[in-house]
């Protein structure tokens, strides 16, 4: 099941489990569209894959189901793909 993480690697936005700006690669590395697009022109800085739109979880399905709370930031890795 997808962790659904709640922020950006990159600016450490928040991305809560409705958004439709958040961005993950195949190891769910986490970022929102602007660093994905515009900073790290869609390659994960931490794997090499390629990003997709985050499915997001319907709300009736959150409570059993939470989407993560752990923040992952690694502005240093978004900075050297730049």
């Known amino acids: 099941m997808l962790q659904l993480r ?14 439709t700006q958040a961005r993950i690669c195949s190891f ?8 994905a697009e ?3 022109q869609g390659k994960c800085p ?3 894959g390629e990003f997709v739109a985050r499915p997001r979880r319907p709300a ?3 409570a059993n189901n939470p ?3 752990q923040r992952v ?6 900075q050297a793909a730049a």
């Open 6 to 19: 709640p922020s950006c690697e990159c600016c450490d936005v928040d991305l809560p489990p409705e958004s």
């Open 28 to 35: 769910e590395c986490t970022f929102c569209v602007t660093c």
């Open 38 to 40: 515009q900073v790290l």
């Open 46 to 48: 931490n794997c090499g």
């Open 60 to 62: 009736h399905l959150l």
């Open 67 to 69: 989407a993560s709370t």
């Open 73 to 78: 930031f690694k502005p240093a890795g978004c």
